[in-house]
């Protein structure tokens, strides 16, 4: 099991580290034994220097610090919503819950179907309100409209498993509390401040850690939503692991795989700071 | 403050679609400034009487009033009252002091002013020393007595205790005991104890009501309960030993066990269940008695000699199983075999009809 465990977790890891110190990298050379001109840090050096890269750094800290915290009151608020209305929990749970299990790519291009500016179905309720059409995903969308429609998209799409884990989570709390806390005079937004939050905050924060993970390696949505292209114009809404796919599909340029190695490392040690971040600031807030 | 139930009925819908009458036309006044012991049988409605009197349910019919003021309609939260849960309900996550302040932060009282209220009510329950505690770092005797602070600390119009000992092991119980009584005493408030230890309810409370099937037996000063059962229920729900019963009859004013003459009275003859505490036989010495037994088990506990005698049924059911313990003076020295003749104080024999009735 432990031997399973290095096989499959450290050593892809360490192997990235190790190909993003190579210099001049060319995985198929040799009939496929690769070629390397030695060992360097320049692959780092190249990849700060590039621009799409801080594009793509840019992105994915504007979708993951946003989304994440956005999706989690939302889904909390639909939780305990929900939880006053039994009898149309179980059709609200398959409403949230279809995005989860339906494929993320086919969902994100339904949405940009809605995001159409002259189709969408978007645009159609703006226009209800006399907002003109906005071009969300287009040739000429705003770095701002693109970023908005990824976010709505990137929210939604992970609502599901946000509000499946705080609906059980809210099953475990004992009525009791609730019933102290009417005794107690506290109004409903005190019960949810005072009571809900901090008796699921165990969970709150594996669903703030996970789904930040998770959007700090969006990729799926940009590709659902805007194809290939990677934005409205090409590359406008590119993520880090957008940026590491990207180069290592052009591994047989000298050196691109190293470039992709050297990303996804980057990308690794972000996700780590932010997961320490998160653990830490929480010891002090999390109860039990 | 005075609170009175008038009519007071709530129904439960159960899996099985049945209706439960957890409370039934319950009419009830409960005195001012009294502490009150609710006491019946597990499932007889206590809690739910309490919560209806909360507000954390909502009765079906009848009326609730606080007072002149008709509170059936009034919100928990509007409500006024402190509730102590049966497993205390504390906020986990908050500290002694902060489960304490929070009905006074709801109550918006000043900050002050709030602080200082926190920590005279610690005091009043001794846990001054204890405010930065969570709950899971308290014995079971002080999360109840952090419950009660924060039940008391907004001073309520009226105390309600859901078996609040029931979690706590003997001594602490004695000792938790005492202490309610103490605070109840002391702040002088409207307090309703429920509890399905009639001993409990006995040592503590001004008066007792008695409930079964969500119906009020009887209520009264504990000893006047005790002394003077309404029926069967009562009788046999008070006391420990349990009172004995026997079946009999009455004929031209005697009354006979298993042919047997036990006692006299007035009554009209018929079939009659009798009651008879343990502590009321009377060994009689001269042994002229005709109700009389062979000892078969006897068990001494300082001064108090405990005599339990079982005559199986025979001939053909007409004569009655009969096991029955007496409370004797240990002095007298009876022993397993011995023939003893009873006679039976009259106050702590009492009649009832087949059906438990009190027979007057
Ligand atoms: N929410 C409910 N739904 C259905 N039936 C209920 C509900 N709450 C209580 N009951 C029923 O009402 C009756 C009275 O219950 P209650 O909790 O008041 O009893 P209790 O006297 O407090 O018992 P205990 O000593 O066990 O706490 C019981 O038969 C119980 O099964
Ligand atoms: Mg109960």
């Given at each position: 099991?432990?031997?399973?465990?290095?096989?499959?977790?450290?050593?892809?890891?360490?192997?990235?580290?190790?190909?993003?110190?190579?210099?001049?990298?060319?995985?198929?050379?040799?009939?496929?034994?690769?070629?390397?001109?030695?060992?360097?840090?320049?692959?780092?050096?190249?990849?700060?220097?590039?621009?799409?890269?801080?594009?793509?750094?840019?992105?994915?800290?504007?979708?993951?610090?946003?989304?994440?915290?956005?999706?989690?009151?939302?889904?909390?608020?639909?939780?305990?919503?929900?939880?006053?209305?039994?009898?149309?929990?179980?059709?609200?749970?398959?409403?949230?819950?279809?995005?989860?299990?339906?494929?993320?790519?086919?969902?994100?291009?339904?949405?940009?179907?809605?995001?159409?500016?002259d189709y969408g179905l978007f645009n159609l309720i703006l226009g209800w309100f006399n907002i003109s059409p906005i071009d969300w995903i287009g040739g000429t969308a705003s770095w701002w409209a693109q970023m908005g429609a990824l976010m709505i998209f990137t929210i939604w799409e992970s609502l599901a498993f946000k509000i499946l884990v705080f609906?059980?989570?809210?099953?475990?709390?004992?009525?009791?509390?609730?019933?102290?806390?009417?005794?107690?005079?506290?109004?409903?937004?005190?019960?949810?401040?005072?009571?809900?939050?901090?008796?699921?905050?165990?969970?709150?924060?594996?669903?703030?850690?996970?789904?930040?993970?998770?959007?700090?390696?969006?990729?799926?949505?940009?590709?659902?939503?805007?194809?290939?292209?990677?934005?409205?114009?090409?590359?406008?809404?590119?993520?880090?692991?957008?940026?590491?796919?990207?180069?290592?599909?052009?591994?047989?340029?000298?050196?691109?795989?190293?470039?992709?190695?050297?990303?996804?490392?980057?990308?690794?040690?972000?996700?780590?700071?932010?997961?320490?971040?998160?653990?830490?600031?929480?010891?002090?807030?999390?109860?039990? | 403050?005075?609170?009175?139930?008038?009519?007071?009925?709530?129904?439960?819908?159960?899996?099985?679609?049945?209706?439960?009458?957890?409370?039934?036309?319950?009419?009830?006044?409960?005195?001012?400034?009294?502490?009150?012991?609710?006491?019946?049988?597990?499932?007889?409605?206590?809690?739910?009487?309490?919560?209806?009197?909360?507000?954390?349910?909502?009765?079906?019919?009848?009326?609730?009033?606080?007072?002149?003021?008709?509170?059936?309609?009034?919100?928990?939260?509007?409500?006024?009252?402190?509730?102590?849960?049966?497993?205390?309900?504390?906020?986990?996550?908050?500290?002694?002091?902060?489960?304490?302040?929070?009905?006074?932060?709801?109550?918006?009282?000043?900050?002050?002013?709030?602080?200082?209220?926190?920590?005279?009510?610690?005091?009043?329950?001794?846990?001054?020393?204890?405010?930065?505690?969570?709950?899971?770092?308290?014995?079971?005797?002080?999360?109840?007595?952090?419950?009660?602070?924060?039940?008391?600390?907004?001073?309520?119009?009226?105390?309600?205790?859901?078996?609040?000992?029931?979690?706590?092991?003997?001594?602490?119980?004695?000792?938790?005991?005492?202490?309610?009584?103490?605070?109840?005493?002391?702040?002088?408030?409207?307090?309703?104890?429920?509890?399905?230890d009639q001993e409990e309810a006995m040592s503590i409370s001004d008066e007792i009501v008695v409930m079964k099937d969500g119906v009020i037996q009887q209520m009264g000063e504990p000893q006047h309960v005790y002394d003077h059962p309404q029926n069967l229920f009562v009788a046999q729900f008070l006391g420990t030993p349990q009172i004995n019963v026997?079946?009999?009859?009455?004929?031209?004013?005697?009354?006979?066990?298993?042919?047997?003459?036990?006692?006299?009275?007035?009554?009209?003859?018929?079939?009659?269940?009798?009651?008879?505490?343990?502590?009321?036989?009377?060994?009689?010495?001269?042994?002229?008695?005709?109700?009389?037994?062979?000892?078969?088990?006897?068990?001494?506990?300082?001064?108090?000699?405990?005599?339990?005698?079982?005559?199986?049924?025979?001939?053909?059911?007409?004569?009655?199983?009969?096991?029955?313990?007496?409370?004797?003076?240990?002095?007298?020295?009876?022993?397993?075999?011995?023939?003893?003749?009873?006679?039976?104080?009259?106050?702590?024999?009492?009649?009832?009809?087949?059906?438990?009735?009190?027979?007057?």
């Open positions: 099991m432990l031997i399973l465990m290095i096989v499959f977790t450290f050593y892809p890891l360490i192997n990235a580290f190790v190909i993003s110190f190579y210099k001049d990298y060319l995985p198929l050379a040799n009939d496929g034994a690769g070629s390397i001109t030695g060992y360097t840090f320049a692959n780092y050096s190249v990849i700060l220097k590039n621009q799409l890269f801080w594009q793509s750094l840019k992105n994915t800290f504007v979708l993951a610090l946003v989304s994440v915290p956005v999706s989690i009151l939302i889904s909390l608020f639909i939780s305990v919503a929900l939880k006053s209305i039994p009898k149309l929990k179980g059709f609200f749970q398959t409403v949230f819950f279809l995005p989860y299990v339906t494929n993320g790519i086919a969902v994100g291009m339904a949405f940009a179907v809605m995001f159409h500016r609906t059980s989570g809210l099953q475990n709390i004992d009525k009791q509390y609730y019933d102290a806390a009417k005794i107690d005079h506290a109004t409903k937004w005190t019960i949810f401040k005072r009571i809900t939050v901090p008796l699921l905050s165990p969970l709150i924060l594996y669903i703030s850690i996970t789904s930040m993970i998770g959007a700090l390696k969006a990729y799926n949505s940009v590709i659902g939503l805007f194809g290939e292209k990677l934005g409205g114009q090409p590359y406008s809404m590119i993520t880090i692991v957008a940026f590491v796919y990207k180069y290592r599909s052009d591994f047989s340029f000298q050196g691109f795989y190293s470039y992709a190695a050297s990303a996804a490392i980057i990308l690794f040690f972000i996700t780590l700071i932010f997961s320490l971040i998160q653990t830490t600031v929480s010891k002090k807030r999390i109860h039990y | 403050m005075e609170i009175k139930m008038l009519d007071l009925t709530k129904i439960f819908i159960s899996k099985d679609k049945r209706e439960v009458h957890a409370v039934d036309h319950v009419d009830l006044t409960i005195p001012s400034g009294k502490l009150i012991g609710l006491l019946g049988p597990s499932g007889c409605g206590k809690s739910t009487t309490l919560y209806l009197i909360a507000g954390l349910l909502r009765q079906n019919v009848g009326q609730i009033y606080f007072g002149e003021d008709e509170v059936s309609d009034m919100p928990p939260e509007k409500r006024g009252i402190g509730l102590v849960f049966q497993n205390y309900a504390l906020y986990p996550h908050m500290t002694v002091r902060e489960n304490i302040l929070f009905p006074l932060e709801n109550l918006k009282v000043d900050k002050v002013e709030a602080k200082e209220r926190t920590i005279e009510m610690a005091n009043l329950v001794g846990l001054g020393e204890m405010l930065d505690r969570k709950p899971k770092e308290l014995s079971g005797g002080q999360q109840q007595r952090v419950a009660i602070a924060r039940a008391l600390v907004k001073k309520p119009r009226v105390l309600l205790l859901d078996e609040p000992l029931s979690n706590l092991d003997a001594r602490l119980r004695l000792q938790t005991r005492e202490e309610i009584k103490r605070i109840q005493r002391e702040t002088g408030i409207t307090t309703v104890f429920v509890t399905h026997f079946n009999g009859v009455i004929k031209n004013k005697k009354i006979f066990v298993n042919d047997m003459l036990i006692s006299k009275t007035d009554l009209p003859d018929q079939p009659v269940k009798i009651g008879v505490r343990p502590e009321g036989f009377i060994v009689d010495l001269e042994k002229k008695s005709d109700f009389k037994f062979e000892i078969d088990l006897v068990e001494t506990i300082g001064r108090d000699t405990t005599l339990i005698i079982e005559v199986p049924g025979n001939e053909g059911g007409l004569l009655d199983k009969i096991t029955f313990k007496a409370i004797v003076d240990a002095s007298l020295k009876i022993k397993a075999g011995d023939w003893v003749h009873f006679n039976v104080k009259p106050e702590k024999m009492h009649l009832f009809d087949l059906e438990g009735k009190l027979l007057k």
